[in-house]
């Protein structure tokens, strides 16, 4: 407990000192003791400090100087006056009593006999020996993390021995959409972390005790929470302290400890579960691109994912994509928002196995579900990610159902899908492999160039010589042969779409009536779309 002015008052140099005023003021903390003989107390006062005089030249100030002074005394956190007379005062002024009652500062008299040498060596002494016990405190608690962290610690663990040095329930947790979500929680942590409302918290002024960002909320029963921000950790992580009795300050000594050595538990963590990732990932690569060359190798890596030689599943690519363009990095750039995606997926498939690259995740989830359910339960998933995403776009590419042993090539076939679907309608986000119908034969042409091949001569002239005539015809052809929809879609006239597709029947001979002619021209749009994204 810190040295109030209640103890300096007990000291034996004081033994004949009088209280004179301030006694609502006994409780105040003191930090240090000097000696002042001068009025212009804010240049040098200190908080917590207490102070000396003799109120030397005080008897020709005035009433509003030595009101000035008491002020400044007020103002500057003062602990306490003690004053001593019969040297250039017979008596304390009226003005200073008054004052020390109405700011709660205490006033304490002292014959002329008593030295300040005497108080001060006391209250040092004193000070001296509360800053050594706090000395001795934070280095008792700070040897206790250590020896925590060296017996392989854990956020349990550290919410159990802060628990115990402060004497109340404490927590380590994080907070998703304004609800808190338990990570950890002492043994008699009985009030559930959910159950706080977040959203009235305010925040608490640093003391010297403290170096990071408090908070407190005022909860049921007049109860307080305190929190404190775990420093650059991802989830963004908080320890909490619910207030049972009153937190004391050698109590923020155990509570600062606990946040740096949680803030290292973070960091082992990440480093851990980076290792893991990066292993997995490693073994993933193997598994959806053939590496895996033994059978025992093989095996093994079906165990480690839990995964059944003899079930089926859908390898399942999920890009994002921002007005119309997939995001190269968005993955990588973004290790939160890929988190999420996963998350979102282990909602309906909790054994997803996940892949995460720069650009795009790839998943492996069981294939267990009618059609139906399946594209409701990735609506949902898309529903949910572009809720907190409002900006973006979420695409997403679905194999065959298939066994381990064809990871490979349907890996291969659901990117192919997205990629090609994409291209095909980019309107649309959930891209099936077996809905592709007709165009799954461009997954045969390993060379884009090569595509060219499938577009009729005259769309290839009219694409390469004339772009609007050609935006025309593609606009056309989407709604349907429906001129006034299509010249709508295009902001231009009626009049002016009509003429337009005179001029591409003048340059092409085309027979809008012609279905099988119609269907190739389809087919050569939809090949150029390929090929521009491809140069794109």
Not at 400 to 407: A, L, N
Not at 457 to 482: I, M, S, V, W
Request: proline fraction near 4%; hydrophobic fraction near 40%.
């Amino acid at each position: 407990m810190a040295v109030i002015l209640k103890d300096i008052q007990q000291i034996d140099s004081l033994k004949n000192a009088k209280l004179v005023a301030g006694h609502s003021g006994l409780d105040r903390p003191v930090d240090n003791i000097m000696i002042t003989e001068a009025p212009d107390v804010e240049r040098w006062i200190t908080p917590n400090e207490v102070l000396l005089s003799s109120l030397y030249g005080f008897d020709k100030l005035s009433q509003e100087a030595i009101g000035d002074f008491m002020q400044s005394l007020n103002q500057h956190a003062c602990s306490g006056l003690i004053i001593k007379t019969s040297r250039f005062i017979s008596e304390i002024p009226k003005q200073i009593i008054d004052d020390c009652n109405r700011f709660g500062i205490p006033l304490i008299e002292i014959p002329q006999d008593v030295k300040y040498s005497g108080i001060m060596l006391e209250a040092m002494q004193l000070l001296f020996n509360e800053r050594n016990r706090l000395l001795n405190r934070y280095k008792t608690i700070n040897q206790q993390f250590i020896k925590l962290a060296i017996q392989n610690s854990s956020y349990q663990s550290i919410v159990t021995l802060l628990s115990t040095l402060v004497g109340n329930p404490t927590y380590i947790f994080k907070i998703e959409d304004r609800t808190g979500v338990d990570i950890a929680h002492s043994k008699h942590a009985n009030r559930p972390i959910e159950s706080i409302d977040f959203s009235n918290r305010q925040p608490v002024p640093k003391t010297a005790y403290t170096n990071y960002q408090y908070a407190k909320i005022r909860i049921a029963n007049g109860q307080q929470f305190l929190m404190v921000k775990i420093p650059r950790s991802q989830d963004d992580l908080y320890i909490g302290i619910l207030q049972e009795r009153e937190l004391q300050d050698i109590d923020f000594m155990a509570i600062e400890n606990a946040v740096n050595f949680t803030q290292m538990e973070v960091i082992k963590q990440a480093a851990l579960e980076q290792g893991l990732r990066t292993y997995a990932n490693d073994i993933i690569d193997d598994l959806i691109n053939g590496k895996i060359t033994s059978e025992e190798e093989y095996q093994a890596t079906l165990k480690h994912f839990k995964l059944q030689e003899n079930k089926t599943y859908r390898v399942t690519v999920i890009q994002a994509l921002a007005k119309g363009e997939v995001q190269t990095d968005y993955f990588r750039d973004n290790p939160r928002d890929a988190n999420r995606v996963v998350t979102q997926f282990k909602i309906f498939w909790p054994n997803a196995v996940y892949r995460i690259r720069q650009n795009r995740i790839i998943l492996i989830i069981e294939d267990d579900q009618s059609a139906a359910k399946l594209q409701n339960n990735l609506k949902g998933v898309l529903k949910t990610l572009e809720a907190s995403h409002p900006t973006l776009n979420f695409q997403i590419g679905l194999s065959e159902s298939c066994r381990p042993k064809d990871f490979p090539s349907h890996a291969s076939q659901a990117l192919k899908t997205l990629q090609i679907a994409g291209h095909l309608n980019k309107q649309n986000q959930i891209f099936n492999y077996n809905d592709l119908g007709f165009y799954r034969f461009l997954f045969q042409v390993d060379d884009p160039a090569k595509l060219k091949s499938f577009v009729t001569e005259d769309l290839l002239k009219l694409y390469q010589d004339k772009p609007d005539l050609y935006k025309t015809l593609k606009t056309y052809l989407e709604h349907n042969q429906n001129a006034k929809a299509s010249a709508d879609a295009l902001f231009i006239h009626p009049k002016t779409m009509s003429y337009r597709l005179n001029k591409i029947q003048e340059r092409t001979n085309i027979n809008f009536s012609d279905v099988d002619e119609i269907f190739r021209l389809n087919v050569g749009i939809r090949v150029l779309n390929v090929l521009d994204e491809e140069n794109n």
